[in-house]
């Protein structure tokens, strides 16, 4: 998605991540996650931050559960459980930085949290239907490789660019919006917005995530975010939110104050 030999190899990342349970639910089904692992462990991070890439690579990610009762925050804490076991096993492959590895890895971390979401709804009834979004990046030197399932999203500004969102959504909705036919307006008040054709779990037998990978340079910004986020902001004002270089916090509180009727998170990565 951009120049395959990035002019600079950074080595500095600073994130804030956030979220928010929106002013309507009473309980919140995202989980949002900030790690930084080798081959030997995994070491959770702080809400807020900076490191250097010689301590390790680093992933971050939105998951948004779904499901009766409380099973939705069940399904988005499995999903960044798994992530957190089995990523450290890649590690030795990714400090060889194969690019065509780590897309390998990232597709069979998202069918190992499917078929784990799945069993579980299928050996207890209060899981039944359990499932979540997934989008995450995968941090290293040079590079950001990412994988996603669902409607969250990943954004990238560039250091001189527009804003792009380089996932594509998993609906029907977001499916007539690439190909032009509604609008952002339309979009957000069509009655199917929220129907996934591709989750996490939840029964659903079919998954192609979609993995891909984006060359990393001093001064682009990322954003890592659920729906809804996307239900209290709109693109523009996005674009303006990440080019004034503000936090998660900022973002998610804007979101909440103008919408808030879904939980809302985001995590934001700077590279430096």
């Given at each position: 998605?951009?120049?395959?030999?990035?002019?600079?190899?950074?080595?500095?990342?600073?994130?804030?991540?956030?979220?928010?349970?929106?002013?309507?639910?009473s309980n919140n089904e995202d989980t949002f996650l900030a790690l930084n692992f080798d081959a030997k462990e995994v070491r959770y991070l702080g809400k807020v931050g900076e490191s250097t890439l010689d301590t390790g690579d680093f992933v971050?990610?939105?998951?948004?559960?779904?499901?009766?009762?409380?099973?939705?925050?069940?399904?988005?804490?499995?999903?960044?459980?798994?992530?957190?076991?089995?990523?450290?096993?890649?590690?030795?492959?990714?400090?060889?930085?194969?690019?065509?590895?780590?897309?390998?890895?990232?597709?069979?971390?998202?069918?190992?949290?499917?078929?784990?979401?799945?069993?579980?709804?299928?050996?207890?009834?209060?899981?039944?239907?359990?499932?979540?979004?997934?989008?995450?990046?995968?941090?290293?030197?040079?590079?950001?490789?990412?994988?996603?399932?669902?409607?969250?999203?990943?954004?990238?500004?560039?250091?001189?660019?527009?804003?792009?969102?380089?996932?594509?959504?998993?609906?029907?909705?977001?499916?007539?919006?690439?190909?032009?036919?509604?609008?952002?307006?339309?979009?957000?008040?069509?009655?199917?917005?929220?129907?996934?054709?591709?989750?996490?779990?939840?029964?659903?037998?079919?998954?192609?995530?979609?993995?891909?990978?984006?060359?990393?340079?001093?001064?682009?910004?990322?954003?890592?975010?659920?729906?809804?986020?996307?239900?209290?902001?709109?693109?523009?004002?996005?674009?303006?939110?990440?080019?004034?270089?503000?936090?998660?916090?900022?973002?998610?509180?804007?979101?909440?104050?103008?919408?808030?009727?879904?939980?809302?998170?985001?995590?934001?990565?700077?590279?430096?």
């Amino acid at each position: 998605m951009s120049d395959l030999n990035p002019p600079e190899t950074p080595h500095l990342l600073r994130w804030s991540g956030m979220t928010h349970p929106g002013r309507v639910r009473s309980n919140n089904e995202d989980t949002f996650l900030a790690l930084n692992f080798d081959a030997k462990e995994v070491r959770y991070l702080g809400k807020v931050g900076e490191s250097t890439l010689d301590t390790g690579d680093f992933v971050f990610a939105v998951s948004d559960g779904m499901g009766g009762a409380k099973s939705g925050e069940f399904a988005s804490k499995i999903t960044a459980e798994k992530i957190t076991r089995l990523l450290p096993q890649s590690f030795k492959q990714s400090a060889q930085h194969i690019a065509a590895g780590q897309g390998d890895v990232l597709l069979e971390l998202a069918h190992r949290i499917h078929e784990e979401l799945g069993k579980l709804g299928s050996y207890y009834e209060e899981c039944r239907g359990m499932g979540a979004t997934l989008s995450l990046g995968w941090f290293m030197p040079g590079w950001m490789h990412f994988m996603h399932v669902g409607d969250s999203r990943i954004y990238w500004l560039p250091k001189s660019g527009r804003l792009k969102q380089i996932t594509e959504d998993h609906t029907h909705v977001g499916w007539l919006r690439r190909k032009g036919q509604i609008n952002e307006r339309e979009a957000r008040n069509h009655p199917r917005k929220s129907i996934l054709s591709q989750v996490l779990g939840a029964g659903h037998q079919y998954l192609e995530p979609q993995v891909g990978a984006v060359g990393c340079e001093s001064g682009d910004r990322f954003l890592f975010c659920t729906d809804g986020i996307m239900d209290g902001i709109w693109d523009h004002a996005l674009e303006d939110m990440m080019v004034a270089g503000h936090d998660a916090r900022t973002i998610v509180e804007h979101a909440v104050a103008e919408s808030g009727r879904d939980n809302a998170s985001a995590v934001v990565v700077e590279v430096m």
